[in-house]
């Protein structure tokens, strides 16, 4: 009987690794990689001052009490020129959203925020993708919303659509 | 027209493969002995359809006819000939063609040349082997038309630039003939447990197979490796990637089932094993093909990829396979073991060495398949990479080199352990030597290269053991072979560690004129020029290299943009010498006027595929050797009883 | 509860040495000790935009910054270790191809062990033993 049960033991084995494939490709990998930072203390993180007479943002300025946005993003991303007109948007019902570009120069910033608007209360460059990796980030556009605590609540990993301005604004605590 | 002609042929082959399914079950249930003789007509004229097919492929692919879905979606009618042929099976569709194309050519092959096994077991064979094809054909006509047609294409889309390499455009044609060859040993186990013969005649027919199989396996796995390591531009050969495991676990198994059928052939041993590793030879085979063209994981080199295709070959996997595994369950009962063996041995060696190749494939298997396993029921993400699969599977492989020099030297049934001792002297002198060679040279060395060429010794020296005292001009064809696949083991242990072990590596940011060394060179940048390729414009380094009292030479590494798709890839410039690889690339450009350049001096790096060559190379002495041996063997068959003489 | 909290701070403290920021990401450092330990870190780190290759062997621009951040801590005297812990603090364990050793993750430290367990089993019963 032993014997018997032994040789369907490959069998069942084959039925796992099945199964196993199976479950693969009704979850094929998604290939996005969230921020583990999500839940835990903004980290402190450095940027170069990019426009004139505009900060660069610092971890303290997550502190004041209310919930801000920290849009990861870069001067020669298509999707974030398009992102543009929504953080406009946010920006008109009152969210304090701050800027971080990735692997930019002052000379592309400028020309693109003068395009696309500049929905940024401060802004800077992050060279070598400093901020970015503290963030947890990997790629632009992001959006990270950061609680009056500076505690960072949520990501939101490529461009913001209209379909994500119910979610960000709640998580800002602003009534649409 | 060729397109329409080459879809009637595909259907017309998969006709063929359905009589021959047919064919076979009648002639096996009915007892119609008549039909048995029909089967391999048919077969022929199944391989003769398909690759008439196939033909037509490639002739669309090489007139560049935009009317075909998979010509625009796949080639560009700029690119040179060679890429516009090999487009015909760098794609989903066109690679599953070859693969039914090679099985339709192993199948005739078995039906014209296979003649010592028992006839309703050949019949069985061909009959299993029609029946994976059919699946195949099945799959193509109904989800994945290699000859569907588009109108109001001007242009084609172009190839991955990275597949544009001649290396690469006869890589998936080896690989999948080592897969296929391996549905050869299938249908044989299958053959064999059907008709319930399994014995040293079976094992002496499916050991070419097997052979064949592992050849095409070992060449395509080195040409793989070599191909990541000039294209990458980075220096690495293996990346323990779900593509290159998938092309390992097959060869794994096949290098296990190749040294099981020998016990089965000598010594009528092993005969369940035998079966479940020719399943699990081919089940790797299976995963192998599907793992790449699922898009199931993630890879470096996943280049065509559909998931909704990954559900019809998951459902061809789990019939074939699980056909097979429920057969072996029920039939496998019914064989009567075979002989068992003792524990000083030349079986017990080989029982070790499946014992060790099996678990080293598990270990694969498991690292590769854990994470989407993980991934599916948790939603963790986790990676598993090179530093576990060298933490597990390493002391495995080292134990099972050691082992490699010492089975050879075993006499089969019964050895004594004080004779091996005195056999292994030799071998263990030379790695007593390497460890004292290596210790003088100085130097800081980490354990698993210091291991790895110890090791390396002893196989060496242990490998040509065999030959001792031995007539070299009586010693039979697959002795060499044998003995040159396990040389080739120790030189390729031998580059690895050496690679691991001595490596120099210089990353610098230069400007034209300065000079940076690494290992015994100085590389110069002279200046760097854009240069226009056929279908690329590239960025050239002049790199003067120089070594102290020796004429600097030249060499020009080059950074490619490519257009059609846009994409940058490095190209190095690579000088092979008698001692090692002097690997240069150029980056990015830094401020101003620097560069960065990525400099590696690899000393014997190339024993790695000089050793895979000649792993590959003692495989088909082997084959040969046994073909020979069949053949003269055949010529003797008409007198009664010569067989058993012999 | 204070081991976490004492790893918590170690990881903050990493975050805020400020350390020499170098020219390139893809300049060897000087030392060569330093250098050797930072391209054996860099090999075990997981890409997080091509995926399937370490940031050792990438092309992708994140990967560069990851190699210049990794040369940088390890020139400033941290462990390969404490960069890892940095960075799988903030992608997961995803980024790295060393899988911890933790309880989801014990199947693949169990399975070559029953592999061997069983293996052996097997091939044991078809041993003859000699009676001496």
Redesign the interface.
Known sequence: MIRRLLLWLPFALGAVLFAAFWAGLHHPDD?V?????VGQAL??FETRTAMQGQGAPRAAQFHGGKPRLLNVFASWCVPCAQEGQMLMRLKAAGAQIDGVAV?DTQADLARFLAENGNPYASVGLDI???A?????S??VPETFVVDGQGRIVHQQIGAVTEADMPTLLAKLGIRP | MIAEAGLAALWLAAAMALLQVSLGVLALTRGRHQLRSAIAPVTLVQALLVTIAFGCLIAVFARSDMSVLLVAANSHSAKPMLYKVAGAWGNHEGSMLLWVTILGIAGATIAMFERRLREDTRVATLAAQACIALGFYAFLLFASNPFARITGVEEGQGLNPLLQDPGLAFHPPTLYAGYVGMSAAFSFAVGALVTRNVGPDFARAMRPWILGAWIFLTIGITAGSYWAYYT?????WW????VENASLMPWLAATALLHSVSVLATRD??RAWTIMLSVLAFSMSMVGTFLVRSGIL?????FAVDPERGIFILALLAIYIGGALALFALRIGTVTEGN????VSRE?AL??NN?LL??IL??VL??TL?PLV?EGT?G?????????FNA?AGPLAIAMLVLLAAGPLLRWRSDRPRLLLERMAGPLFAGAAALLALALLGGSISVFPLLGLIVAAVVAVGSLAPLWKRKLDRTPLFTWGMVMAHMGCAIAIAGMACDSAFTK?????IAPGETREVGPWSVTLTGVHQVPGPNYTALEATLSVRKEGSTPFTMLPQLRQFTDPPM?T?HAAIDTFWNGQLYLVV?EQ??GERW?I?MWWKPWVTLIWLGGALIAAGGALSLLGRVRRDVLGQRTQWRPGARKAA | MNRISASLATLMLL??TPVA?L??????LPDPQQ?AKA?QLM??L?C???????I????A??AG??R??VRERIAAGDSPEQVRAW??????????????VKP??A???L??LL??LA??WL?SR???H?KR
């Not at chain 1, 970015?132 to 947890?136: K, R, S, V």
């Not at chain 2, 990346?239 to 779900?242: A, G, K, R, V, Y």
């Not at chain 3, 020219?23 to 060897?28: G, L, P």
């Open positions: 290939h990689i969230a921020s583990k930072m980290p402190d692997h070598d993708g400093r970015q990796m503290a963030l947890g990997t790629g | 990458l531009g980075w220096g690495g990346f323990w990637d779900p041993g092993l993630t890879s470096v080199h996943s068992r063996f003792e524990l017990a029982v070790i014992l099996t678990v598990v270990i498991a690292g854990y993980l948790t963790e993400k986790i990676s598993v990479g090179a530093p576990y597990t590596e210089n990353m610098v940011a940058q490095n980056g830094g401020d960065l990525r | 975050a805020a920021g020219d390139y990401a893809d300049e060897s250098e391209v090999d075990s997981r997080v935009v091509c995926q399937g290759q370490p050792s062997g990438s092309n621009g994140l910054d990851m210049r951040l960075l799988v603090n903030r992608y997961g364990d995803w980024i790295s191809f060393q899988p911890q989801a993750t199947p693949l430290w399975i070559p592999a061997v293996g052996s091939a078809r041993l003859v000699r």
